[in-house]
């Protein structure tokens, strides 16, 4: 990828929206498709962007160790870095605690096991995966929303030189955190409990009969 694409992607990042606004719930969408009013798909949207609910809590994850190509865990978290900063900047996301997830993360890499543990309603991850070139990296960040209806957005870009991640952090820290922004804003999933269907009656037998009780023979008073 030259620099040219490059500066292509930053410029992407810078306006595809005003995060800040977004974060507060006033921003248009950007590139995030609605569909028009009146329709019956609307209504689903309006009636999220009518309500919704209170901050959310993310997580966000840090990419694994990787003891082959460390240079690649090191450029994954300066993107989440980047991440983070931009998502403090707002009331709407809640991070949930570096620390506590790092050491969650040492122990389990089980997106749903840590959601659980942590409280959160949301998780972002990232994953490096080398290209055949010796120095290029293709970046995938997925978001997760287990509410939506669509749950998660992806992110991928590359493949691009190892070395430009560090100047690229910040354009896709902002490009993962409009897909979380969309993600959230999208209709929620149907959530109706399950009726657990009452176990059958068991069936009523009537009682055998019982054995007759023998009653002892009582002595007749003797005739005089």
């Known amino acids: ?25 006033r921003a248009t969408p950007g590139t995030f498709t609605i569909p028009p009013r009146g329709s019956a798909e609307r209504a689903p949207f309006d009636a999220r962007m009518a309500n919704m609910g209170p ?28 991440l983070r900063r931009i ?7 809640v991070l949930a605690n570096h620390d506590s997830t790092d050491l969650l993360l040492q122990r389990t890499r089980n997106r749903d096991a840590v959601m659980r543990q942590l409280g959160a309603d949301m998780n972002v991850s990232i994953r490096a995966m080398p290209t055949a070139g010796a120095d290029s990296v293709r970046w995938a960040i ?15 870009v590359g ?4 070395r430009a991640t560090a100047a690229m952090a910040d354009s896709l ?6 897909a979380l922004w969309q993600l959230d804003h999208t209709p929620r999933s149907a959530t ?5 269907p009452p176990a059958p009656a068991a069936p009523v037998h009537p009682a055998p009969p ?5 009653k002892p023979w009582t002595t007749l008073p003797t005739l005089r």
């Open 1 to 25: 990828m030259t620099q040219a694409h490059i500066d292509s992607i930053v410029r992407s990042a810078r306006s595809a929206t005003d995060l800040t606004r977004g974060f507060s719930g």
């Open 55 to 82: 901050p959310r809590r993310v997580v966000v994850a840090d990419p694994p160790q990787d003891r082959q190509h460390p240079e690649l865990q090191a450029a994954g978290t300066q993107v989440m870095d980047a």
């Open 87 to 93: 998502l403090s900047g707002g009331s709407r996301y």
């Open 142 to 156: 997925t978001i997760f929303d287990p509410t939506a209806q669509t749950r998660s957005e992806a992110v991928t």
């Open 159 to 162: 493949p691009v030189p190892v």
């Open 173 to 178: 820290a902002r490009l993962a955190a409009r």
């Open 192 to 196: 109706t409990a399950t009726e657990i």
């Open 210 to 214: 019982s054995a007759p009780v023998k």
